[in-house]
């Protein structure tokens, strides 16, 4: 009872700091090792791996001590008693060894298989619960059914072909023993009527031996046990293996001088290979201060480009200047609390809009909330909820809708107070009249920050200080409104496409 419990406390034990270990190292991940996993690989791994490991530590911990203990008493009991018997011993271990190596090998690529599957299983679950709206508003119930059904089916049967074999271990073992005892009756017959040996002695060995067999019918679970949860192992010692590829640099600068930004003939490629850059030869000098528009096609690198500012990623030629300092210079976490980014995706937390955009500035009080949600013109609908800043957000701000979701975002990036504001197609969800009053308010309110604007209307930059065309990973031209629309016929392209005349812009 004692040992059970004792067990059961380590291995949870065990199971909380291998889960801490494995979430703390995630949060240490850049970009480029989080592209390397995907999220429903990472949750299975610190779920269902982790508890494949923990069952197997709470089994080590109860059997592996005290069986080969009860086998290593038995066997030199047995090996003293009588020598002759215990040479049963050196064919029957022996055949038992084999036939275990061999169980282990062909079931590991099994159970490898099988977590693997698990990733797929948990992704397809995930994407379903996330997108259930539009697997409703397109009748694609029964298609979600099939393709949950397939990867199901496919761990079943994975699953049901290792356990069979693994069935195999208590026959086996079975088998051996009930041999060895019959060779050692025979054995002993001779010895005894012979006078070589006593019939009290014959019981004594065959007790031995049956305590030798069964220590070594428990060792052989814990070591199918720990066949399954190997696999489990590698998977987890893979993620705990996994290097950051951005050193964060604690010795380095801690603070920016101002918001300037030099981009210095980058190159950038997600795979590290030359051959594959989005980005190629970027050379870009933007003053502290100002306000930069970022156009482009789909797939231009706008993105790319402004995720190299606060060293998501790191560049693969070239170098990024931040404040005169190239990016490397600088702490990781020192750089990043200069600078606010609003992704694509506006992502909130469960919890109330306040806690939300309390990410910004843990300190910020009330009055703080309020200008923030000011400059993002969301001050307005907030106030509108029962509870206004009190108002509890779902998962994934599932109760409000995606243009608040985009203003909240910025409202939160807005507290950090940054030198450099890096807003990527924040607003696509927000209507015209609002994105206008979100540009003037911060044009108004944030004039020493340096603000990037990746935006698709050409409303949303057209009073920059200047705008960058990408096209295909390289500067296609930068000017202010009025040069680019005199001067580039892409600009004009992109401007006429948009709604506006010869007429209106001569106005």
Same mark, same amino acid.
């Given at each position: 009872m004692l040992s059970g419990h004792f067990a059961a406390r380590a291995s949870t034990g065990f199971a909380r700091n291998v889960r801490q270990s494995l979430f703390h190292t995630v949060q240490g991940f850049s970009f480029s090792n989080i592209d390397t996993f995907s999220t429903a690989s990472l949750v299975t791994r610190m779920t269902a791996d982790v508890t494949n490991v923990q069952r197997s530590y709470q089994m080590l911990t109860r059997i592996a001590v005290r069986s080969p203990a009860l086998l290593t008493f038995a066997f030199f009991m047995a090996l003293n008693l009588n020598k002759t018997l215990s040479l049963v011993y050196v064919v029957s271990i022996p055949v038992l060894a084999i036939g275990l190596f061999l169980l282990i090998r062909t079931v590991y690529p099994y159970f490898g298989r099988v977590f693997k599957t698990y990733d797929r299983l948990n992704l397809v679950v995930q994407e379903n619960i996330r997108g259930i709206r539009v697997v409703k508003s397109f009748v694609r119930e029964d298609h979600e059914k099939e393709k949950f059904n397939a990867v199901s089916q496919s761990i079943y049967k994975d699953f049901s072909t290792a356990e069979k074999i693994i069935a195999l271990n208590s026959p086996m073992m079975q088998s051996t023993m009930y041999f060895s005892l019959i060779a050692i009756s025979l054995i002993a017959s001779y010895l005894i009527v012979g006078g070589r040996m006593t019939t009290g002695q014959l019981m004594s060995f065959v007790s031995y031996t049956s305590q030798i067999l069964m220590s070594l019918m428990m060792l052989s679970m814990v070591i199918v046990m720990l066949t399954i949860s190997r696999a489990s192992a590698d998977r987890i010692e893979e993620v705990l293996r996994e290097q950051p590829t951005i050193d964060e640099n604690l010795g380095g600068l801690e603070g920016l001088e101002d918001g300037s930004i030099v981009f210095e003939n980058v190159s950038f490629s997600y795979t590290g290979k030359s051959d594959q850059n989005c980005l190629k030869g970027i050379n870009l000098e933007i003053p502290a201060g100002s306000t930069v528009g970022v156009l482009g096609a789909t797939g231009s690198g706008k993105t790319s480009l402004v995720q190299l500012i606060p060293r998501l990623y790191d560049v693969t030629e070239g170098r990024v200047l931040? %404040?005169?300092? =190239?990016?490397?210079?600088?702490?990781?976490?020192?750089?990043?609390?200069?600078?606010?980014?609003?992704?694509?995706?506006?992502?909130?937390?469960? %919890?109330?809009?306040?806690?939300?955009?309390?990410? %910004? =500035?843990?300190?910020?009080t009330d009055e703080d909330l309020v200008w923030a949600a000011n400059i993002a013109q969301a001050h307005r609908f907030i106030t509108s909820f029962p509870n206004g800043y009190d108002n509890h957000i779902e998962q994934d701000g599932a109760n409000v809708s995606g243009g608040q979701r985009q203003r909240l975002s910025i409202a939160r990036a807005l507290l950090k107070r940054p030198k450099i504001l890096i807003l990527d197609d924040s607003t696509s969800a927000v209507d015209t009249k609002t994105n206008a009053e979100i540009q003037k308010a911060l044009k108004n309110d944030l004039n020493d920050s340096t603000k990037l604007i990746i935006a698709q209307r050409v409303a949303s930059v057209k009073e920059a200080d200047q705008i960058i065309i990408l096209d295909e990973g390289q500067v296609h031209a930068v000017g202010t409104h009025e040069h680019?629309?005199?001067?580039?016929?892409?600009?004009?392209?992109?401007?006429?496409?948009q709604g506006h005349g010869d007429k209106e812009e001569a106005v």
């Open positions: 931040v %404040g005169g300092h =190239d990016v490397r210079e600088y702490q990781t976490k020192a750089l990043r609390k200069e600078i606010g980014m609003v992704l694509q995706k506006s992502v909130l937390f469960s %919890g109330t809009i306040a806690e939300n955009l309390r990410w %910004g =500035d843990s300190q910020a680019l629309l005199a001067t580039c016929q892409r600009y004009q392209e992109l401007y006429a496409s």
